[in-house]
């Protein structure tokens, strides 16, 4: 089993910038892919980005490309998503998750955190 608690979320003017965290616990984490995903009000959760367990492969989705980034630190058991140029329609909870097998993630990875809320004002 894999534990998952993100850190950092907020209220944050529009332009403005964020940086989450998520820290493991348990399952030896430089073995696992890790990513991020986030949850509007009213709609279903979203893949924001994606590292392979060495960090070597990187995805995102298009909304955030050049804006976000992904990174990790094995040693310390973290990934974070620095956070650039925010929009309101970045509004949401943002979900730390983690899987072994990094094509998979973005389909449903089977290890979550409680998630961190996120707010952009306009």
């Known amino acids: 089993q894999v534990q998952l608690v993100e850190t950092g979320g907020g209220l944050v003017p529009a332009g403005g910038s964020l940086r989450l965290s998520c820290v493991a616990s348990g399952r030896t984490f430089s073995r696992l892919a890790a990513g991020w995903f986030r949850q509007a009000p009213g709609t279903g959760r979203e893949f924001v980005a994606a590292?392979?367990?060495?960090?070597?492969?990187?995805d995102y989705t298009g909304s955030v490309k050049g804006r976000f980034t992904i990174s990790r630190d094995n040693a310390e058991k973290k990934v974070y998503l620095e956070m650039s140029s925010l929009k309101p329609e970045d509004t949401g909870v943002y979900y730390c998750?983690?899987?072994?097998?990094?094509?998979?993630?973005?389909?449903?990875?089977?290890?979550w955190g409680q998630g961190t809320r996120v707010t952009v004002a306009s």
């Open positions: 998750a983690a899987d072994e097998y990094y094509d998979a993630l973005r389909y449903g990875p089977p290890y």
């Open positions: 590292i392979s367990r060495g960090g070597e492969k990187i």
